[in-house]
């Protein structure tokens, strides 16, 4: 692991021995080289062990005796992911996904008939989704920004945003690191622009939260949500909503199962969804740690790195066309490319059937791929898939994953 010396960390972020205690803190197989990390991330293996331990130590006592005993200890994974996130331990609620504490927010943030949300067309299809449901129960209208891919510059995001604002607009949904392309978006400035006209932003920090170096003033947001099974590497089912502590008395909690005792401003009323095993939570607290040891700022150089190593090399490619700015406060870890003539959705096939290669295939933008490698992902396997994706853009897909 590194050593306490204070080295910058884009220095480090290439140099591979660095990294190798990392790559091994996954329980991954080396026979698959997992590139669709940003849907779901390999959780850590400390946090795999102890997510069967906590099973078993659940299993042996009265599940109520059990919860009693870890309430006090998921108070201190509270305490973890408010200190990574800069707020008051009281405005995280732990829920299950981005999904979850998004709809929370979607579904609950009160708004009347004639309403406006504005979201973008490259939100997350189960948040548009949401509102879509909102738009048929309250009456409320959505308007939807196509944004540019790739964008300009973040100029160009934050006028199409100012352009699109209108009298009726009370609340905004943007994602922070959009899923498809890993375009980051001006979120504090969006925010800053919002409130001076009294609209409330919901963040989508589902691709951001564990792979961005950042904290809650940094968005300045009043409301986020993510999943802890992304780029925290926590177990699946795991996820966190923040929530400004004046705003939370509000919103409803999507099930009324508030827990004895709490009040409509106790942000622990949205977890109180029945008994549910207590031990994804409290194995929370062991992906929080390893963010600690790796370091925000180191992680954040490294995910840069691994996508700044496919991408230059694609760069150079007559027939590439690649979706995502490089610059590091356009993009990080997520990339989005395609090799023209190339159906994506055949690509994937063929990297799957013949290298055991996973990527994403996105519909959108004419077929393309997304390509999101981690902290496990050597460079070794990186460049084998850039060898592969070279060779199919040099001599075109084997005949029979051609599309006629
Ligand atoms: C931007 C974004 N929002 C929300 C989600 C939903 O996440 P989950 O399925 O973990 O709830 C995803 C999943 O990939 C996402 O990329």
Redesign the pocket.
């Known amino acids: 692991m590194f050593s306490t010396e204070e080295i910058p960390p884009d220095q480090i972020a290439g140099v591979e021995p660095l990294w190798a205690p990392f790559q091994q803190s996954f329980c991954v197989t080396r026979s698959i080289n997992n590139l669709d990390s ?3 991330c390999p959780s850590l293996r400390t946090v795999t062990d102890a997510l069967v331990r906590y099973i078993w130590q659940q299993e042996e006592l009265p599940i109520i005796r059990w919860m009693e005993l870890t309430s006090s200890r998921i108070e201190m994974v509270r305490a973890g992911l408010a200190r990574h996130f800069g707020c008051d331990t009281d405005e995280i609620s732990i829920v299950r ?4 504490a ?1 709809q929370i927010l979607l579904l609950g943030i009160p708004l009347d008939a004639g309403d406006e949300v504005l979201t973008t067309t490259q ?2 299809g ?2 548009l989704a949401a509102l879509e449901y909102r738009q048929r129960r309250d009456s409320v209208t959505v308007n939807r920004i196509d944004l540019p891919t790739p964008p300009e510059s973040m100029d160009q995001i934050v006028d199409l945003f100012r352009q699109a604002i209108t009298p009726r607009t009370r609340l905004i949904l943007v ?1 922070h ?3 498809l392309t890993g375009q980051i978006l001006p979120v504090a400035r969006i925010c800053d622009m919002a409130r001076n006209q009294g609209i409330e932003v919901i963040v ?1 920090g ?2 951001s939260f564990g792979h961005l170096n950042f904290k809650q003033a940094d968005l300045k947001c009043d409301y986020f949500g993510t ?1 802890l ?2 780029y925290m590497y926590a177990p699946r089912g795991t ?1 966190m909503l923040f929530i400004r502590r004046e705003k939370v008395a509000a919103v409803p909690p999507l099930m009324g199962g508030a827990i004895a005792g709490q009040g409509i401003d106790d942000i622990r009323k949205f977890e109180g969804v029945g008994i549910q095993s207590t031990a994804r939570p409290l194995a929370i607290g062991e992906a929080v740690a390893f963010q600690d040891l790796v370091g925000p700022e180191r992680k954040q150089a490294r995910l840069y790195y691994l996508k700044q190593r496919w991408m230059d090399r694609f760069n150079r490619i007559d027939s590439m066309r690649i979706n995502t700015r490089s610059e590091p406060e356009m993009s990080c870890g997520i990339g989005n490319f395609r090799i023209e003539g190339v159906d994506s959705g055949s690509l994937r096939d063929f990297l799957w059937d013949k290298h055991r290669i996973e990527v994403q295939n996105i519909g959108q933008f004419g077929s393309t791929i997304r390509v999101s490698a981690n902290l496990y992902t050597t460079l070794s396997e990186l460049d084998h898939f850039c060898d592969v994706i070279e060779d199919v853009a040099q001599k075109g897909l084997p005949d029979s994953y051609k599309k006629d």
Do not use: F, I, P, W
């Not at 996904?97 to 979850?100: P, R, Y």
């Open positions: 940003a849907r779901t996904n981005s999904t979850e998004l939100d997350y189960s948040m994602s690191m959009v899923n989508d589902a691709q999943s099974h992304k996820g």
